[in-house]
């Protein structure tokens, strides 16, 4: 069985969010608005493990290097128990890129999703700022409308997102680090994220005790999506939540939430570890 918009896609859309938009909520661009990253520590380390009802239903871990002028990273999801009966999902995903003065610049992402049985190998190069497919075997549709040339120019991956929104000065630009739109392309689907600031909220995670950011996400379709998997109305009035925590100069989220069809699917940060070399 699957859902419209599955649970596994949420998680996926909240684990991997975007880079810190402006001030203007109606802007969709990764110029430059002033804001400065944080320097970037040697190494990252955040395991994830999510519960559906109390029940274990999905690991995820995120590892990101920066040696030097160059940054690398992996993720992987994987669902378990009863979220396999929706959705049965082993994603493994990487990026390498430059670090640059207030962005991370991917040149190169690609994920597998083991579980698929299809082999497939969704990549994304990155030339002049447009995100480029690159998928082998390709899809069988791109599609209805496939994203275009210029809904493709400026969005990032999703790796990259969430490690830019990590090093990201909060005291700069707007002065919040969850505000505006930002643009998302995965391979195939090309959506906004809506960040809404929800204040300040104490959290307490096994990796993580103390004050984080409330930042809601709320997921906006444009293009690049099948006949009947493009997100409802429904689904797209529910946001992500997701509780940033500032550590060691980063701000990591550390708890993910998300009211799916199937329930309210938590997923909580169980170890963190920061490399300063």
């Known amino acids: ?27 969709v661009t990764r110029a430059d608005n002033g804001a400065r990253m944080s320097a970037p520590p040697a190494g990252l380390v955040v395991q994830y493990s999510g519960s559906l009802f109390m029940i274990p239903v999905a690991n995820i871990a995120i590892s990101a290097v920066w040696p030097g002028e160059t940054y690398s990273a992996t993720a992987v999801f994987q669902s378990g128990g009863l979220l396999r009966w929706f959705d049965d999902t082993n994603i493994e995903a990487g990026v390498s890129g430059y670090v640059q003065e207030n962005e991370l610049a991917p040149w190169r992402y690609q994920h597998l999703n083991h579980a698929s049985g299809k082999g ?44 830019s929104m990590m090093l990201a000065a909060p005291a700069t630009a707007n002065g919040n680090i969850c505000s505006g739109r930002v643009p998302i392309f995965d391979g195939r689907a090309r959506y906004n994220l809506r960040l809404e600031n929800g204040g300040m909220s ?9 004050e984080a950011m ?23 009035a529910r946001p992500v939540t997701m509780w ?18 199937i329930g309210n699917l938590t997923i909580n940060a169980v170890r963190l570890s920061v490399d300063n070399g």
């Not at 649970?7 to 109606?26: K, R, T």
């Not at 899809?139 to 997102?161: H, K, L, Q, T, Y």
């Not at 104490?202 to 103390?210: H, I, K, L």
């Open 1 to 27: 069985m699957k859902l419209k918009l599955t649970a596994s896609a949420v998680l996926l859309a909240a684990i991997m969010p975007a880079l810190p938009a402006s001030a203007d909520n109606n802007a």
């Open 120 to 163: 497939r190998i969704v990549g994304i190069d990155f030339v002049e700022g447009r995100a480029v497919p690159d998928v082998e075997p390709p899809f069988g549709s791109m599609g209805d409308p496939p994203a275009s040339d210029e809904e493709r120019e400026g969005a990032v991956d999703p790796i990259s997102g969430i490690l």
């Open 202 to 210: 104490d959290v307490s995670t096994r990796a993580y005790r103390g």
């Open 214 to 236: 409330v930042c809601r996400a709320y997921v906006e379709p444009i293009s690049g999506y099948e006949d009947g998997k493009r997100p409802t109305e429904d689904d797209t």
């Open 244 to 261: 940033l925590a500032p550590i060691e100069g980063l701000w990591v989220p550390v708890r993910y939430r998300a009211n799916t069809r």
